[in-house]
C-alpha cells in the first residue's frame, strides 16, 4: 500500500523568506500524481500544485514550486516570497494512476508565517 | 451556485444515532469521495462513487453507508453514531477526464458526536 510521509508537523517562516516543507512518499508504481492542498482556518482544502510523475521537470505556480525527486520518493514544497496569507496547513498527497483518483494525504504540516 | 456543497456545516448528534451528511455538486462531475479528517491523521477515504449507483469502500468505511442515487448527490450516513466517529468530514468530487485529476472539495461537516 501506498503511504505517505510529512515529517514535520510544523514550520515557521518570516514573512518575505523562503520555506520549505517535506513529503516523502512509498510506492511501488511508476504511474501516479502527487498534490499539494492548502488548508487555511476556513477548513476549505485549496490544490497549490500538482506534479505527474511522467514529467521529469518540476511543477511551478508563482510563488510555489516542487521538487520533485522520483528515484528518492521525495516530493517537497517550496513557498518563495512568503506572505502571511500562506499561513495554513498543508497536506501532500498521492494518487496511484490506476486507482478509481482517491487521495492517500500525509498528516500535514502547520505553516506559520511570521510578520 | 456552482461547485461542491456540504450540509449541515456543524452538527451534533448523540451516541447511538443516525445522522445523513450532504454533498452535492453542480458540474455533474463523475467520482464523488468522502474523506475524514482527524487530528494526527490527515485526509482518510471513507467511500467513493465512480458513477451514480456504482460505490466502493476506501480505508476506514466501517459504521458509514454511502449511497449515489443521482450524479450529483452522495449522501453519507453514520447509521449508529459513535464518539470515534467525532470529526471533520469532506466530500470532493472529480473528473478524471482528459487528464484532470483534480479534486474539488466542499467547506467540510464538523460532526461531534456526544
Known amino acids: 500500500a501506498q503511504t505517505v510521509t510529512q515529517s514535520q508537523p510544523e514550520m515557521s517562516v518570516q514573512e518575505a523568506e523562503t520555506v520549505t516543507l517535506s513529503c516523502t512518499y512509498d510506492?511501488?508504481?511508476?504511474?501516479?500524481?502527487l498534490f499539494w492542498y492548502k488548508q487555511p482556518p476556513s477548513r476549505q482544502m485549496i490544490l497549490v500544485i500538482r506534479?505527474?510523475?511522467?514529467?521529469?521537470q518540476n511543477a511551478t505556480e508563482n510563488r510555489f514550486s516542487v521538487n520533485f525527486q522520483k528515484a528518492a520518493k521525495s516530493f517537497s514544497l517550496k513557498i518563495s516570497d512568503s506572505q502571511l496569507g500562506d499561513a495554513a496547513m498543508y497536506f501532500c498527497?498521492?494518487?496511484?494512476?490506476?486507482?478509481?483518483?482517491?487521495?492517500?494525504f500525509g498528516k500535514g504540516t502547520k505553516l506559520s508565517v511570521k510578520p | 451556485d456552482a461547485g461542491i456543497t456540504q450540509s449541515p456545516r456543524y452538527k451534533i448528534t448523540e451516541t447511538g444515532r443516525q445522522v445523513t451528511l450532504m454533498c452535492h455538486q453542480t458540474w455533474s462531475h463523475s467520482y464523488m469521495f468522502w474523506y475524514r479528517q482527524d487530528l494526527g491523521h490527515g485526509l482518510r477515504l471513507i467511500y467513493y462513487s465512480a458513477a451514480a449507483d456504482i460505490t466502493d469502500k476506501g480505508e476506514v468505511p466501517d459504521g458509514y453507508v454511502v449511497s449515489r442515487s443521482k450524479t450529483e448527490n452522495f449522501p453519507l450516513t453514520l447509521e449508529s453514531a459513535t464518539r470515534s466517529q467525532t470529526s471533520v468530514y469532506f466530500c470532493a468530487s472529480s473528473d478524471q477526464s482528459g487528464g484532470n485529476y483534480e479534486q474539488y472539495f466542499g467547506p467540510g461537516t464538523r460532526l461531534t458526536v456526544t
Open positions: 498527497a498521492y494518487r496511484s494512476g490506476r486507482s478509481q483518483g482517491n487521495l492517500i
Open positions: 506534479q505527474e510523475a511522467y514529467k521529469q
Open positions: 510506492t511501488s508504481e511508476s504511474d501516479y500524481y
